[in-house]
Structure formats: C-alpha cells, structure tokens
C-alpha cells in the first residue's frame, strides 16, 4: 500500500540519503520542488526513458542544478538507465550521478547546469531550436517537431544578470513552448533573501512579455496541476509558474532554512524527517507498488511508437523534407559537401585577395549557409562589424524558419542561448562579437567546452590592431585564455585560405566548440603550394623555407604572419636558413603525430622565436624558455592601429633586430 504523498516523499527521501550518503550535496532544493516535479514528470512530461535522445521529447532543465538528486530521483525512477546502485554513488569517481547535472555522464540530462542561470538560458536555445525546426519541417497534419521545453530556476538564477538577458529575449521572440517553474522559497546560501533580493518578480517578468502565474502552492498537486495547464493554454508568451515552496520541506528543524540548503541534514535530523514524512523505508529502499507508479517506460515507447509512425507517413507525403530532417539531426553532411567546399578553397588560394579575416569569414558564410541550412548564426548587436551576417541570412523574427538571430547586447545570454541550441539538435550554431567581449560570456565559452558542444564562436577585432578604440576594446590576454580551454580548438588565420580552411574544419569537427580569431584590418594572402594548402588543417605547417638546414624557426599567426615573413627573408639574406612556421591553431597541431610536429618544428633547432601580438608567455611552450618571444606585456593605447603596431614592436626591423642579437648567443 502506498500513499499518494509517498509518490513525492520517495524523491526526497532518495535526495536526503544519497546526499548524506556523500556526505556532501544540497538537499534542500529537491525536498521542496519535489511535488512540482511529480506533477509534471508523472502527467505532462513527454518522453522515453528507453531511448533519452528521441528527437521529439520534451526537455526538461534544472537550472539549479545544484539540486541535482531531484534530477537524478526522477530519472531512476522513472525508468532510465540509472540504478539504485548509481543513486548511492552520488558525488563518486566516475559515477553517472556527478555532484551538479552532466549532458555526456547521466542519461536523461539535457545540458550541464550548475552555474547559476545558464540552464535558464539553454533552455531558451531549445525553444528556440523548437520553434524554428518546427517552422521549418511541419505540414499540416504532420508536427513532427512538437515539444515543450520546461525549467526549473531557483531564486539564485534569477539574481543572476544572465537570467535578465535571455528573459527579455524569450519574450520577445514569444516562445510559448517554454514554461519556467519558479521555486521561491525565500532562501539562499546566506540566509533570508529578503535582506537582498526584493524584485517584483511578477512585474518584471511581465514587462518582458511573459505569462505569469502567481501565488502557486508549491505542495498542492491540484494547484501546481491547474497552473501547468493554464500554462500551456497561452501559446505566444513563455510562462513564468512562481511556486511558494518550503526549502527541505519535511525536515523539522532544518526545513525554511538555509541549514538545508547545501549540507547533509545529519542522521538524526534524517530520523526525524523520516517520521515527520511517514516515511517508513530504509536508506535506498523503494517499495514495488511506487516503482510501479512512477515507472513511465511502457508511456514512453507508446508516445515514441506514436511519432515514428506519424514520421513514417510523413516520409512519404515528403520525402525531400524527411531526408533533410534524418541528415540534420543524424549530424550528417550533405554529399556534395567535400566536393563544393575544396573547389571554394582551391580557388580562393588561385583568387588571392588582400582582405581582413573577418571580410573573408562573411565570404565563407555566403558559401556555406547555402550549402548548410542548419547554420543558425547570430551577434550581441555587432552583425555589420563582427560580419557574421549574409545574403542568405533570415531573421527568426521576420521569418519563423529563418537561420539568424540579433541576440542584442547579450554576450553571455547568446553564448549560452546558442549551447541550449546546439544540445536541443538539428543545428550548429555560430555566435559572434569582439574578441574582447568574450570576457562578458567566458563562462558560458567554457560551458560549451565541458559539454563538448558544437558551436562557432565568432571573435572579431582581434588584437591592438583594431586601433583607435584603445585597450578597453583591444584584446590582449583572451586568446591564451581560450587557447587553454580544455575541449575548446582555436584558429586564429592569417588570410582568406586559412579563414575558409578553420570554417570548415569548424564545421566537420564532430564534437566539441571552435573559436575563430578575426581581424579588422586587411591581411595579405600568402602563396603556398598544395602541400602547404593540405597541411593548414593540421593546425601548423611550414610556409617558408630559405633552405634545407634550419638556423631558426620564426613562428607566427595571424595578421602578425606578414612581418614575419618578411623580416624572415630579411634574416635570410644575411646568410642565415630561416624558417617561417604558420600556426593557426595550436590545439589542432597539438594532435598531430610526434612524426609530423617534428617536422614541422624540429627539436634540435634551439633558436626559435615566436610573434604574436597578445600576452607572451603562452609561446614558451613552443620556443623553449631560452625562446624569444616578440609579443605583449601590457595593454593596450588609443592609435591607429599600424601606429601602435610601431609603438608595440610588431614591425619588421624590430624583428629583425632582435633576432640579430638573439642568434649571435
């Protein structure tokens, strides 16, 4: 026998005793949404715990990820490929329930969450992923795309200035298939939150254009139930569910405290909390009859059994469309993808053009939207400078299918939208602003590398060389913060043919982001043979050679690969075999074979300089701490870019004289 309380209570329980299990975690946060998440999880939700990636399901994010047991309660019970045994592993080595939610640990979990408000915005990606897909691929009669994507936030979310950034964004671009659950318990690590947070929650989300419904009890499954449905019933607002909820609801001494919120209750408050609950079961026991009632396996086959036979139908009413659908969310190519894009290459290096990076990306894209309709691009309100925008781009406001988003001046919102985009499916997204902003969306760029997210970063105005906007705009220090992001390729290129060559490599990289560094200012195209064309994928290659044995080895990228070259052949004719190493992608050469870096960078040459106009000391890994490294030391100034290039020492005889001292000890 089992109470109906009991089916919400087994969710607490398992968090309580996991987390003290531990003996770390927060049980707070999954003994108060406990009610709301039986709600919905056992009448609302669509999904199939058989198979957690059908294409088709509902998503469901826990923004407060560091709730993470409720998350992990709901899918053990539920019927997914996590056991009571991985339930007691909580917070273990390499166990699938890690302390905060996991994309590539836990089946089930959607996107990793933990760093407050950015699960928030994923989940705005995945509306928005929703919407756009569905525009696209559904005919009447067949919504083969046809989901809701729910959340759930706690008041440290919405604290955060993320949460304000992709709010007003949902609203405005009216996605109704996103409904947030609100968990207002009144409580965070410090205390009462009223000492700190006092917005009018309900007046603000209203002047962003979203439904609200207040004043819902958070323990009543009748009324979390009737607002879920009130919810549903508007299509052209997201809604807002506040739900007044106890923290460590159950818990007698602990609970409407921030004792609960991110420690183990203790044992004896777990005994009292045991019998306040009338929970009569041991430490990770589960009756029978309420494994029964939670288990939604034989619902989830029927919901997914149900759209294979609308898709089936759908396949034969239109066939063209249902190809594209399987290519898209199979992560497949089209068949004339090596073909186009190798003649666009070869004929770029046949065509040399003398063009800033960032012009030759914005070619690139004319190219590539063309041939790659799930491209969804987008600027934090920079598309006419970042140039991420083409004639084939289509505002998803102006047209619903379309494949561009004008994220306004949300660094962190769209960096983090545009993750939520990528892990929803059947797009790669690319994102772009200045170099120097990425410092407002870091954590997300580092979100996209932990969940080896594919996704474009667009870095434009890429060093000092942007010039007179000075160095609160001048990028110093970013690019070796990005380049030691696990998981993360970066490519900074030095022409047209590099740009389109790190593109594509962008695009047929499986997993994980890239990150293209863009100039401002024009870049002259160096000539190079076939084999030198091949070998730019491979992240570093030789691209000047004065003569078979090597004195010293000149390693540049970017706009800063033109005076090196020239001060190399300088260097040259004094007598000297110079080589010129381009490297526009240290992380992708770090992958090459011994046998190749070698080659490329022979270890028993010991003279080797680097020049790059950003911080210095990333370049000692590749010349040796007995290296010269011509480089930055300091920010920026206010100039004319070619003036602060002079200023900073990135000229030829600058170059050229320092290596004249260097090679003589």
Known sequence: MYLKKDLSNVIRMLSVDAVQSAK????????????????????????????????????????????????????????????????KNFRKLNSKTPGHPEINETPGVETTTGPLGQGLANAVGMAIAEKTLSAYFNKPDYDIINHYTWVFVGDGCLMEGISHEVCSLAGTLKLGKLIVFYDNNGISIDGKISNW????????????????????????????????????????????????????????????TSESHGAPLGESEIILTRNNLQWKYSPFEIPKKIYEKWNFIQQGEKLEKLWNKKFSLYKLKYPKLAKEYLRRFQENLPEEWNKKVDKYILNLQNNPKNIASRNASQNVLEKFVKILPELIGGSADLSPSNLSICSSSRSIVEYPSGNYIHYGVREFGMTAIANGIANHGGFIPYTSTF??????????????????????????????????????????????????????????????????????????????????????????????????????????????????SIDVIFISTGSEIEITLLAAKKIASFGYSVRVVSMPSNNVFDRQDQVYKESVLPSHVTKKIAVEASIKDFWYKYVGINGLIIGMETFGKSAPGNILFKNFGFTVDNIVNKTKIFLKY
């Open 24 to 87: 770390s975690g927060h049980p707070g946060m999954p003994m108060g949404m406990a009610d709301i998440a039986e709600v919905l999880w056992r009448n609302f939700l669509k999904h199939n715990p058989k198979n957690p990636k059908w294409d088709n399901r509902d998503r469901f994010v826990l923004s407060n990820g560091h709730g993470s047991m409720l998350l992990y309660s709901l899918l053990h019970l539920t019927g997914y490929n996590l056991s009571i045994e991985e339930i």
């Open 197 to 256: 947070f006092t917005d009018d929650t309900v007046m603000r989300f209203k002047s962003y254009n979203w439904h609200v419904i207040k004043d819902v009890d958070g323990h009543n499954s009748e009324s979390i139930e009737k607002s879920i449905k009130a919810a549903i019933s508007v299509k052209n607002k997201p809604s807002i569910i506040i739900c007044n909820t106890i923290i460590g609801f159950g818990s007698p001494n602990k609970s409407g």
């Open 435 to 548: 170099l120097i902003f990425v410092e407002y969306a870091r954590n997300a760029v580092r979100m996209a590398a932990l969940m080896n997210t594919k996704h474009i970063f667009i870095y434009t105005h890429d060093s000092i060389g942007l010039g007179e906007d000075g160095p609160t705009h001048q990028p110093v220090e970013q690019l070796i913060s990005l380049r030691t992001t696990p998981n993360l390729d970066v490519w900074r290129p030095c022409d047209q043919v590099e740009t389109a060559i790190a593109w594509k490599y962008a695009i047929e990289k499986k997993k994980g982001p890239t990150a293209l560094i863009l100039s401002r200012q024009n870049l002259s195209q160096c000539y190079r043979t076939k084999i030198q064309l091949n070998q730019i994928s491979y992240g570093a290659y030789i691209l000047y050679d004065s003569n078979k």
